[in-house]
T-cell receptor
Framework: NAGVTQTPKFRVLKTGQSMTLLCAQD?????MYWYRQDPGMGLRLIHY???????AKGEVPDGYNVSRLKKQNFLLGLESAAPSQTSVYFC??????????????FGPGTRLLVL | RKEVEQDPGPFNVPEGATVAFNCTYS??????FFWYRQDCRKEPKLLMS???SGNEDGRFTAQLNRASQYISLLIRDSKLSDSATYLC???????????FGPGTRLSVLP
């Protein structure tokens, strides 16, 4: 049981290049999320998904696209990377628990540097 | 006003000290509350959920005051291994909209 995994762990891009970050979870969770974390700002939600085939925008969606073709995978795409997208990206998953708050489980993060 | 605010920190305390973290949230419709811990260059991990009646887990005690929209975390007898950033997290509904505070960094000194 690996939990939540992310690939790659680290990447350097040039401005204008594209890339896809992959998140996979083996806990059969319905919900998956992509966050970015920048110094002094905490985690900010980029996009999320409440089930296979569905996605929705979070707080900071501009410049990113996502897809959830399989329940266990959630992909984050950058079509044309910008230096402002230099950040640490975390994927998370959760499952609703009636009568209790959900717990999010995070992947180890992807460090992205855009030059 | 930010949706979730925390003590700015950092907190530098000696081993064995008691330290308290405070968190306020702006959305009165918030339904569930958590404290997460994040070690340097690692992912956040759940420390504890926060219930209306308050809850305790060993040296850690969490309290929720819905009327004041305030959450607290108390760490007693702090250990070197407690050094981390503590994140206050508020959820306004199932499956979406976890809002994270900026975190408060704790350094426990020998």
């Amino acid at each position: 049981n690996a939990g939540v995994t992310q690939t790659p762990k680290f990447r350097v891009l040039k401005t204008g290049q594209s890339m896809t970050l992959l998140c996979a979870q083996d806990m059969n969770h319905e919900y998956m999320y992509w966050y970015r974390q920048d110094p002094g700002m905490g985690l900010r939600l980029i996009h999320y998904s409440v089930g296979e085939g569905t996605t929705a925008k979070g707080e900071v969606p501009d410049g990113y696209n996502v897809s959830r073709l399989k329940k266990q995978n959630f992909l984050l795409g950058l079509e044309s990377a910008a230096p402002s997208q230099t950040s640490v990206y975390f994927c998370a998953s959760s499952s609703p628990v009636l009568g209790a708050g959900e717990t999010q489980y995070f992947g180890p993060g992807t460090r992205l540097l855009v030059l | 006003r930010k949706e979730v605010e925390q003590d700015p920190g950092p907190f530098n305390v000696p081993e064995g000290a008691t330290v308290a973290f405070n968190c306020t949230y702006s959305n009165s419709a918030s339904q569930s509350f958590f404290w997460y811990r994040q070690d340097c260059r690692k992912e956040p991990k759940l420390l504890m959920s926060v219930y209306s009646s308050g809850n305790e887990d060993g040296r850690f005690t969490a309290q929720l005051n819905r009327a004041s929209q305030y959450i607290s975390l108390l760490i007693r007898d702090s250990k070197l291994s407690d050094s981390a950033t503590y994140l206050c997290v508020v959820n306004q509904g199932y499956g979406q909209n976890f809002v994270f505070g900026p975190g408060t960094r704790l350094s426990v000194l020998p």
